[in-house]
């Protein structure tokens, strides 16, 4: 088990900035790829972006390429995601999730998820 937590959600404008972050637990979490989803009102869910374990590899969906990063800290067992530019569309639940494989992780069917965080950018 891989217990996920996000944190940082809120409300920011339009053109303003925002940072998510995931703290995982269990005992292999440092060996697991991470990742961050979104899933707005009657959308399917998609991929923001995700990382390897060791924080070399990094995956983005095309519509936050530039103005997103991910990031982790595996001695604070956290993933981050940092947001700028933040844009009307960006607005939706934001879900940590986790796997011991980033493909696994790219493709959304993380074996691990957490319950989600509020984003919502005001125009």
């Known amino acids: 088990q891989v217990p996920l937590v996000e944190s940082g959600g809120g409300l920011v404008q339009a053109g303003g900035s925002l940072r998510l972050s995931c703290a995982a637990s269990?005992?292999?979490?440092?060996?697991?790829?991470m990742g961050w989803f979104r899933q707005a009102p009657g959308k399917e869910r998609e991929l923001v972006a995700a990382?390897?374990?060791?924080?070399?590899?990094?995956h983005y969906g095309d519509s936050v390429k530039g103005r997103f990063t991910i990031s982790r800290d595996n001695a604070k067992n956290t993933v981050s995601l940092q947001m700028s530019s933040l844009k009307s569309e960006d607005t939706a639940v934001y879900y940590c999730?986790?796997?011991?494989?980033?493909?696994?992780?790219?493709?959304?069917?993380?074996?691990?998820w957490g319950p989600g965080t509020q984003v919502t950018v005001s125009s």
């Open positions: 269990g005992r292999t979490r440092n060996f697991y790829a």
């Open positions: 999730a986790a796997d011991p494989a980033v493909r696994v992780v790219v493709a959304g069917t993380a074996a691990y």
């Open positions: 990382v390897d374990w060791s924080g070399a590899i990094a």
